[in-house]
């Protein structure tokens, strides 16, 4: 279980970091994009992106900001700090050579059965 949450956070921190680099954004709004996006294949919950972006902030990766929104309410935005755009490349590298990695196992597999099939 504890290699499956690893993974899970490496995903979710990936793509906050993603999402920073286009533009400053609040947890929220992260939120509801991942959602949006992946067309509800991902559904990452509040809490879980809190609980990375204080990590992230925490190591110096993103920073936070506050800003007025409407005649009383504040937002906090986070910003992507050059640490964080380091840390996003080394993760976003290690996440395609994993994937490619499975996709070369898996896809051989199921060759092999289609062919095993025709037989």
Same mark, same amino acid.
């Given at each position: 279980?504890?290699?499956?949450?690893?993974?899970?956070?490496?995903?979710?921190?990936?793509? #906050?970091?993603?999402?920073?680099?286009?533009?400053?954004? %609040?947890?929220? =709004?992260?939120?509801?994009? *991942? @959602? +949006?996006? /992946?067309?509800?294949?991902?559904? #990452?919950?509040?809490?879980?992106?809190?609980?990375?972006? %204080?990590?992230? =902030?925490?190591?110096?990766? *993103? @920073? +936070?900001? /506050?800003?007025?929104?409407?005649?009383?309410?504040?937002?906090?935005?986070?910003?992507?700090?050059?640490?964080?755009?380091?840390?996003?490349?080394?993760?976003?590298?290690?996440?395609?050579?994993?994937?490619?990695?499975?996709?070369?196992?898996?896809?051989?597999?199921?060759?092999?059965?289609?062919?095993?099939?025709?037989?």
């Amino acid at each position: 279980m504890a290699a499956s949450n690893n993974f899970f956070s490496g995903i979710t921190d990936m793509l #906050i970091l993603y999402f920073l680099r286009q533009k400053d954004c %609040y947890g929220y =709004e992260m939120t509801k994009a *991942i @959602s +949006e996006l /992946s067309e509800g294949l991902l559904n #990452i919950s509040i809490n879980t992106i809190y609980t990375s972006i %204080y990590k992230m =902030e925490n190591d110096g990766l *993103i @920073s +936070e900001y /506050s800003k007025l929104v409407g005649k009383r309410r504040t937002r906090v935005y986070y910003h992507l700090e050059p640490a964080g755009i380091t840390h996003l490349e080394k993760l976003l590298f290690a996440y395609h050579s994993m994937v490619s990695g499975v996709e070369k196992i898996t896809g051989k597999a199921i060759s092999e059965e289609n062919s095993n099939d025709v037989t």
